[in-house]
């Protein structure tokens, strides 16, 4: 879509009043089939980016780069691909790394976050309450200090995600807000059929991941909430399959058949939050890109 709205933008011929301005539209959160609970090929993957005229696509697996860095070796000169990884620590939480160039062992949460900033990265925390993977949900009954620390070494919040509830979504959004964290959304799309229903917009050639004037899209609808067992379920089974007896293999699949498949969104996506709030506080803290 960029080399298309250049192609069309020439300098001998400005834009008429009723063009839209050029934008880049952003979806920070999405899985191919290298995550364990996705089947999106890469190459489907990039045909739907397309199809949503999503310009940057952030690939963010459950635990490798591989799907990741395999995407960004094709050649689509349409879609930029962003090397993400969704890491789970031993406690179960979800810690979001961008611009990745390697993985590593640790799965203390702060071990996470330290890594992703060692090797030049962003950290973004997705879905910061939801039960079962969020950083912050209620269960773990986190202490200020853990607080503090999580916080202190984010650089992106996740405001909206396309598959938790909307009261989760709000919760993460307020948060942002008060503490000043640059806010991004994504999708969390596990099928090509939501790749793209949630995306942040940039004006073109003013693209600085959670800063700069912005608008975030999402469908209206609210999706429906995840099973924390069945996904605690899919985290064993990926964690120790190459040990597992057949026996426990082929009960998993037959038993992962049955669950019902995630729903699509069949709204489209539209403008629900107009974010400018992030000023120099949010710059002095974020590293240009
Ligand atoms: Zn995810």
């Not at 030049?120 to 620390?149: A, C, K, W, Y």
Request: aromatic share 6%; with cysteine.
């Amino acid at each position: 879509m960029l080399a298309h709205m250049e192609s069309t933008t020439s300098p001998t011929s400005p834009r008429g009043p009723l063009e839209p301005p050029p934008v880049v539209r952003v979806d920070y959160h999405f899985h191919t089939a290298f995550s364990y609970d996705s089947e999106v090929t890469p190459e489907a993957a990039l045909e739907r980016a397309q199809e949503a005229n999503i310009d940057v696509l952030c690939v963010t697996d459950h635990d490798t780069i591989d799907g990741a860095v395999k995407m960004k070796g094709m050649p689509c000169p349409n879609v930029r691909i962003v090397v993400g990884c969704e890491f789970t620590a031993e406690d179960g939480s979800h810690i979001i790394g961008l611009d990745l160039r390697d993985l590593f062992d640790t799965r203390s949460v702060l071990g996470i976050l330290e890594n992703i900033k060692l090797q030049g990265g962003l950290v973004l925390l997705p879905h910061l309450f939801r039960r079962g993977t969020g950083i912050f949900r209620n269960e773990m009954r986190r202490s200020d200090e853990f607080v503090h620390q999580v916080l202190s070494r984010a650089d992106l919040v996740e405001c909206h995600n396309g598959r938790d509830n909307w009261e989760n979504n709000e919760r993460s959004r307020r948060l942002a807000v008060s503490l000043g964290i640059p806010a991004v959304a994504g999708s969390d799309a596990h099928s090509t059929a939501t790749l793209g229903s949630v995306f942040v917009e940039y004006a073109q050639g003013e693209l600085r991941h959670g800063l700069s004037p912005r608008r975030i899209f999402f469908p209206t609808q609210a999706p429906k909430a995840e099973n924390p067992a069945k996904r605690r379920m899919m985290e064993l089974y990926h964690r120790h399959r190459k040990t597992l007896p057949p026996v426990v293999d082929a009960a998993y699949r037959t038993l992962k058949g049955w669950l019902k498949p995630d729903s699509g969104h069949a709204a489209a996506p539209r403008a629900q939050y107009e974010l400018g709030f992030f000023g120099e506080g949010a710059s002095a803290r974020h590293r240009e890109r």
